[in-house]
């Protein structure tokens, strides 16, 4: 046989299959090529995995890093996450309007104008509050003007600054504190919590994630948003003249006691209802923690007042309210003589003492004070909720006598 056809032969049964030399070729050619094709993909897969790793990594240690960071900031300058809603401000008074015969300041308070700088020698007291730091009577019988008189006495460089705005509670007292407050460089805070809607309004924060730098992003999407936001301010009078006449009725009956119900259940002793309102006690810590850090942080001294409610001072009030209280929407109670026996007036003020002395803040209660002193005085404007003259008073005198007992301030040199 000759060469060319053995060549040929062998060439027809390769693998026992017949394929000429061109078919050999390309089978060859194809298997290089997929070979390349996987060694290729595998390549990139390893590169992508690479990637994905190192981006994973440095996320994770940029994470840590800024939490660790973040923390310790956060232990430093507690007023890093303080609300910055500015809420405040659809409740605050117009600039410079007249009320009772007195023109507040420039930011709508009712003081008389004040600057963020102060003499070196001036013990400078901030005081803020709702409507009863704010007050519905004359700027000279309000409770605030009143303790800065007598505390003069003692220290004629001391000077009280009343931040009261009307409607505002603790969470707005914070953000009050925060925004405004800081700047005027206090020596001391005098904090008044109404026993009321302080309470009852009282919501609890959203969940908050329990890391520092999740809510950081969140808190600097919030600041955002409030930026774009205008203040809002409403009216104040423009009447000159002081037309405040302390007997005279404010709300008509059905609104007066319209309020009285909606306040009402902070007064419950019972388990159900107390449930209900540890949401709101535990808002009320959370923010009075905070500020107690802040004040720490500044050095500057915390006082808490609790301001009574009329309710728990009106022993006919109470008897009023009772009985509206019949055909109420409390299911829980079985009975109308239940629902009387569970109540209890000093309640919502022996619970938050207690988160006050687990705190370890400074306070003074004036319940029994104004519940004795009521028991001869009327000290609420009829149908009104707040203080009268009397009442402004007892509570000037109640504080003044506090804080000099304690010598919460400097003497005078």
Not at 23 to 28: A, E, K, P, R
Not at 51 to 69: Q, R, W, Y
Not at 272 to 281: E, G, R, S
Not at 298 to 313: F, G, H, N
Request: hydrophobic share 40%; glycine share 4%.
């Amino acid at each position: 046989m000759s060469i060319e056809k053995r060549v040929t032969l062998s060439l027809i049964n390769v693998n026992g299959q017949k394929k000429s030399l061109l078919g050999l070729f390309t089978q060859s050619t194809d298997e290089y090529i997929l070979n390349c094709d996987i060694q290729r993909n595998s390549q990139i897969m390893k590169k992508f995995f690479f990637v994905i790793t190192t981006v994973i990594l440095i996320t994770v240690i940029t994470f840590v890093l800024s939490e660790i960071i973040l923390r310790i900031y956060v232990q430093m300058t507690p007023t890093m996450f303080a609300p910055r809603d500015k809420r405040y401000n659809q409740f605050r008074a117009a600039p410079n309007a007249w009320i009772n015969g007195f023109q507040l300041n420039s930011k709508g308070f009712q003081d008389k104008e004040f600057t963020t700088q102060k003499q070196k020698e001036t013990f400078r007291i901030i005081a803020i509050g709702d409507s009863f730091t704010f007050g519905v009577v004359p700027y000279e019988n309000n409770f605030l003007t009143l303790l800065e008189d007598s505390l003069k006495e003692k220290n004629p460089n001391l000077e009280i600054l009343n931040m009261g705005i009307p409607s505002m509670g603790v969470r707005e007292y914070l953000s009050l504190l925060v925004d405004e407050g800081l700047a005027l460089n206090p020596d001391m805070l005098l904090l008044n919590i109404y026993i009321g809607n302080d309470i009852s309004e009282a919501d609890e924060k959203p969940k908050e994630s329990p890391f520092i730098t999740l809510q950081f992003l969140k808190y600097i999407n919030a600041y955002f948003q409030v930026a774009k936001k205008q203040p809002r301010f409403r009216g104040g009078q423009e009447n000159t003249q002081n037309l405040y006449k302390d007997d005279e009725v404010t709300m008509e009956d059905f609104k007066f006691e319209a309020t009285q119900r909606l306040h009402f259940k902070i007064y419950l002793d019972n388990k159900f209802v107390i449930k209900h309102l540890q949401p709101n006690f535990i808002s009320v810590k959370k923010d009075l923690d905070t500020i107690k850090k802040i004040c720490e942080s500044k050095k500057i001294k915390l006082l808490i007042a609790l301001l009574p409610s009329e309710t728990q001072v009106d022993s006919n009030l109470q008897r009023i309210n009772e009985s509206m209280l019949a055909e109420s929407h409390f299911r829980v109670f079985d009975s109308y003589d239940n629902l009387v026996k569970s109540v209890n007036y000093s309640l919502p003020n022996i619970l938050l003492r207690k988160e006050l002395n687990d705190l370890n803040i400074d306070y003074i209660d004036l319940l029994e004070v104004f519940q004795e002193k009521g028991k001869t005085t009327r000290l609420y404007k009829p149908k009104d909720t707040h203080w009268n003259i009397p009442g402004n008073k007892l509570a000037g005198e109640t504080m003044y006598n506090y804080i000099i007992s304690k010598n919460i301030i400097p003497a005078n040199d």
